[in-house]
Structure formats: structure tokens, C-alpha cells
């Protein structure tokens, strides 16, 4: 059993962290609970503590709205607890679509259906154009342009409120991840993704790799939803330091060797 935990252990602390928060946010919107309240865009912690998405305020912002101080100090601590501290760790431990392409992915796997021939090539940078194109046309209409179509709200509205076409959209981003390519929206398309990668490129939580426990097995490498982030396996003892990693852990629980695990990271090496 001791075992299994550790082959596990980060997915069920992630999944406990997606569906917990899900269960505070519905409480605070049924219930009147006071621990969570509001949506993944913007959020109050305790009725005291102000959560922004600092990509939602910047849409705002690029929209023309003018912005209240709460939500401004909101986005600046969600750009410290990230930016400096947890990377990109929004996207694997936060978001609930993860939970979703997780499956489609390991569905994928199960199925054979994870091979080069089996995927339309994407190109990563397609995320960082949805950026700024989502900022051009905020300006342009004077709209929050992404918080409209994004499936994360979508689904988070869907599950909180009860509304919105949040399934449809699910059901998309899961078919589209089985069968066309392996983590088509989450490493390919999603512009927030691609904020937080750009947020979280001198984070200090990394995952570092030890060269002299490494066999080169390449599990790592199989289930890692960002592999190319992975480059030095079998090369050096370094850490991490693409901000395009979501810290999620599973090249650690995979690693049978031992040769992967969290770090602090020390900025005066790579």
C-alpha cells in the first residue's frame, strides 16, 4: 500500500486540492460558506483575503475598465504566490480542466493511442500568439475576451453555478486530447497556461534531477504533460528552470530510481 501512495501520491493530493476547491466554491455560492467565495477569475478567502486571476485583470485592464484596488492587490498576490513561489502549479493543482486531460491522456496510453502517428502536430507557441491576441481583441471590443470563451470558466460555472455550456466544452478538450493530440489545450493552446509559464520562469519550486541515480528509463518522460522541459534526463544533475513546467509531479512518482524530486532552486546554476 506504502508503495502505491508513493507511485501516486502527488495525483491524489492534486485531485484533493481541484475537487476541494470546487466544494469550497460551491459552498460559498449555496451555502454562504465564507471560506472561499466567488470563481477562479476573482475570489475572497475568509470574506478578508482578495484572489485575482492577474490574466482576467489584465484583459480588463487592456479592455479599458478601471479596476478597484481589492482586485488589483488580489492579482498582485496571485503573481507573487506563483511568479515567485509554486511556477506554474495553477494549471496542475488548481484548474479543473487538468482532471480532465489527465484522464484523456491517460486514456490515450491505455488505449495505444499515444504515439507520434496517432497526433496532429501542434506547435507549443501557439499559447503565448493566443496571448496576445486575446489582449488585442480585450482592447479592440473592450471585453475580457479569453474569460468568455474559456473553457475553465465554463466548467467552473458549470459546477459552482449550474450554467453556462461548461460540459460541451469539456467534451470537446476531452475528445480533442484522445484522439488528436496529447494534451492539446493544456501544453498547446490555452493562453492562461501560457501566462503562467511566462509568470513562472525564475519560480523558485523545481523539480530537480539527480544524473547519477538516472538509468535514462524515459517513464519521466512518457507521462510528463510538458516533456521537452525534461531535456536534461540522462545528462546532468540540474533542475528544471522552464517556466512551461506545472510542477505536478508525476515524473517523481514515476521515477523508480529516485532521481527526480522537489527542489529549492538555486539560481546559480541552470
Not at 74 to 93: E, P, Q
Not at 175 to 188: E, Q
Not at 194 to 201: C, D, N, P, Q, T
Request: aromatic share 12%; with cysteine.
Amino acid at each position: 500500500m506504502s508503495s502505491l501512495y508513493e507511485k501516486y501520491r502527488f495525483l491524489i493530493l492534486r485531485r484533493v486540492t481541484q475537487i476541494g476547491l470546487l466544494f469550497l466554491y460551491f459552498g460559498g455560492n449555496y451555502y454562504g460558506w465564507t471560506i472561499l467565495k466567488g470563481n477562479l477569475s476573482g475570489s475572497l478567502i475568509f470574506g478578508v483575503i482578495p484572489m485575482s486571476d492577474p490574466f482576467a485583470v489584465l484583459q480588463m485592464f487592456t479592455a479599458g475598465a478601471t479596476l478597484a484596488v481589492d482586485v488589483m492587490v488580489g492579482a498582485a498576490i496571485t503573481f507573487v504566490v506563483y511568479g515567485l513561489f509554486l511556477g506554474r502549479a495553477f494549471c496542475s493543482w488548481v484548474c479543473p480542466i487538468n482532471m480532465v486531460t489527465d484522464l484523456a491522456n491517460w486514456l490515450r496510453r491505455k488505449l495505444s493511442l499515444d504515439k507520434d502517428e496517432t497526433n496532429i502536430r501542434l506547435n507549443r507557441n501557439i499559447r503565448y500568439w493566443a496571448i496576445g491576441l486575446t489582449l488585442i481583441i480585450s482592447a479592440y471590443f473592450g471585453l475580457t475576451a479569453f474569460e468568455i470563451i474559456s473553457p475553465i470558466s465554463m466548467l467552473h460555472r458549470g459546477v459552482v453555478f449550474g450554467i453556462g455550456m461548461g460540459w460541451a466544452a469539456v467534451l470537446v478538450i476531452f475528445l480533442v486530447d484522445l484522439f488528436v493530440t496529447r494534451n492539446a489545450f493544456c501544453s498547446h493552446i490555452c493562453p492562461l497556461g501560457g501566462f503562467y509559464s511566462v509568470i513562472s520562469r525564475f519560480s523558485l519550486i523545481r523539480v530537480a534531477h539527480n544524473y547519477e541515480k538516472c538509468t535514462e528509463c524515459m517513464k519521466c518522460k512518457v507521462v510528463c504533460p510538458e516533456n521537452q522541459v525534461l531535456y536534461m534526463i540522462g545528462k546532468e544533475s540540474v533542475s528544471v528552470t522552464d517556466g512551461e513546467c506545472s510542477n505536478c509531479g508525476r515524473c517523481i512518482e514515476v521515477c523508480d530510481d529516485d532521481a527526480l524530486g522537489f527542489n529549492i532552486r538555486n539560481f546559480a546554476k541552470k
